[in-house]
């Protein structure tokens, strides 16, 4: 896959990791997302449906295997944290290459 796009959004307590792949004629998105609140904290790769309408998930990493990585005083943070979401996101980046063959 060829990575196309990535975007890293911090506010207050919420990091968010998104990159944009190519992967033949396809589109994958994998979000990671580290909530302040473990529930609302997410990782998922998507492709996007051939019409540009919806987005279809492909693969989920539970919270539950990287939430509390994240975790630290704020000066080390937010390094820390975008470190552990782009590991994430690399793992999730592979799953949806193999998934889509």
């Given at each position: 896959m060829q990575l196309i796009d990535e975007t890293i959004e911090n506010k207050d307590s919420r990091t968010t990791l998104t990159r944009v792949y190519h992967h033949g004629v396809e589109i994958v998105r994998v979000q990671v997302e580290r909530d302040g609140y473990k529930p609302q904290s997410y990782a998922r790769a998507a492709v996007?449906?051939?019409?540009?309408?919806?987005?279809?998930?492909?693969?989920?990493?539970?919270?539950?295997?990287?939430?509390?990585?994240?975790?630290?005083?704020?000066?080390?943070?937010?390094?820390?944290?975008?470190?552990?979401?782009?590991?994430?996101?690399?793992?999730?980046?592979?799953?949806?290459?193999l998934i889509l063959g």
């Open positions: 996007l449906a051939r019409d540009r309408s919806a987005w279809t998930v492909l693969a989920v990493t539970p919270a539950d295997g990287w939430y509390a990585d994240c975790q630290g005083p704020v000066e080390v943070r937010l390094p820390k944290r975008v470190t552990r979401l782009a590991a994430v996101a690399d793992e999730l980046a592979k799953r949806a290459e």
